[in-house]
């Protein structure tokens, strides 16, 4: 296989996706176009006035995908990286992600082109403030709630909770997820994806006969996902023993010390340093000795380049749109088992759904019915696809994506075209 992979837009990754299962589904042109086009896409440039007094403006985003299923749901990227391609491909793989669990969602994003570890704390604040007043014409409990993704934390939704609920007047907790939980938020979301990436991963080890004991861990990523899912695999006996962040990585053939490499990163704020473990880099991360693969960074990270490289079996997409076209092409043709990001990932947005309701209710539930709910809608999730893959002969990605389409194209159906 060539190295050489022109580099797909995320959009383009994401329609490319979404036209393979549509293809399988053998889906009418009309509704093709109507599940491709995103229902609206909001750009705002607004100023921040930095800590010296200087007027600094900067560009931020808000698509919809997808309200046929409910109010639409999604996070929130502080990235230098981000634009209106990245958000809107985003925006479609929540939709897909919300349908195959089952919740009553449709799909959004947003985000502001900025690098957050450059700003003061109070710089911070009135970007994230401005930036929520700007989108707020879309926000709502009923029409748009989003949550937290990379560059965000508890603290911005509660910048973001407390900005729309001074315009309405009132507090209003259920307009954002991922919030502390002293205004509203709820029990295990820090923790919910990582944890479901790990209860996909557990069950696709025991399809495929794997051991815990005997499976070898490498996670790319050692942020909140990553990190998580780290532990979680470690709680599960399996050996970590690679893992990375933005400063490097580190390797450990007899299985890293996951507790003590938290507890430094949590200090230290990155890995850089950790005595236990021999330096390496990111290639050196994805390209070890191991058997699972978790990439829980940023997209497009397993490309033509990368994949050859990987000696894991199955890789479990803790990330979003981690894997390119033809680096899953080539994984695929290889014999890999891919647990796709919408579905492995979906822990997160499931225990926002959880926070959702126990705001609109004022009723909140304690940490284990929310961890024994997460793992139900989780496994259910990843039977249904499994089964699906088994019986079509499919991959797990283009099973997710055609039982996820399939329900949004039943909801367009049932509910028709206005007027």
Excluded at 134 to 161: K, R
Excluded at 334 to 344: F, Y
Aim: hydrophobic content about 40%; proline content about 5%; some cysteine.
């Amino acid at each position: 296989m060539s190295a050489m992979e022109r580099r797909h837009t995320a959009s383009e990754v994401a329609q490319a996706q979404f036209e393979k299962a549509a293809r399988y589904l053998r889906l009418n042109d009309d509704m093709i176009a109507f599940l491709a086009t995103p229902k609206r896409e909001l750009i705002v440039h607004f100023p921040v006035v930095m800590d010296d007094g200087r007027i600094r403006m900067f560009t931020g985003y808000r698509v919809h995908h997808s309200t046929i299923k409910g109010p639409t749901k999604g996070g929130i990227r502080y990235h230098p990286d981000v634009n209106l391609d990245e958000v809107r491909a985003l925006a479609m793989w929540m939709t897909w992600k919300c349908a195959l669990m089952n919740l009553p969602f449709g799909g959004a994003k947003g985000g502001v082109a900025v690098d957050p570890r450059q700003l003061s704390l109070g710089e911070l604040r009135r970007l994230t403030r401005r930036y929520a007043t700007e989108i707020s014409i879309l926000m709502s409990p009923e029409g748009d709630i989003p949550a937290p993704d990379v560059g965000t934390n508890p603290q911005i939704m509660a910048w973001i909770m407390d900005t729309y609920s001074m315009h309405r007047g009132y507090t209003t907790p259920a307009v954002v997820t991922g919030k502390p939980i002293s205004i509203g938020g709820s029990q295990c979301r820090l923790e919910a994806t990582g944890t479901g990436v790990m209860v996909t991963t557990i069950e696709a080890m025991k399809k495929l006969g794997m051991e815990p004991r005997a499976t070898r861990v490498a996670v790319q990523g050692f942020g909140n996902v990553g990190s998580i899912s780290a532990l979680r695999m470690y709680e599960q006996g399996c050996r970590v023993v690679a893992v990375s962040d933005v400063t490097g990585g580190l390797y450990k053939a007899e299985g890293l010390d996951i507790p003590a490499l938290l507890a430094y990163a949590q200090q230290h704020g990155n890995i850089a340093g950790f005595p236990d473990g021999e330096p390496t880099d990111n290639l050196g991360v994805l390209s070890c000795e191991c058997d699972v693969l978790i990439p829980a960074a940023l997209e497009g990270q397993l490309s033509a380049s990368v994949v050859p490289h990987i000696k894991a079996r199955l890789i479990a997409e803790g990330a979003n749109g981690p894997t390119t076209l033809r680096g899953e092409q080539y994984l695929l043709e290889k014999g890999v088992v891919i647990i796709p990001d919408i579905l492995c990932n979906a822990g997160g947005v499931t225990v926002s759904y959880f926070e959702w309701v126990q705001d609109l209710q004022s009723y909140f539930w304690g940490e284990q019915e929310i961890m024994n709910r997460l793992q139900r809608v989780m496994l259910e999730g990843f039977h249904t696809v499994w089964d699906l893959a088994k019986a079509e002969k499919i991959d797990l990605r283009t099973a997710a994506y055609a039982i996820a389409i399939r329900r949004v194209a039943e909801a367009i159906e049932a509910r028709g075209i206005y007027p």
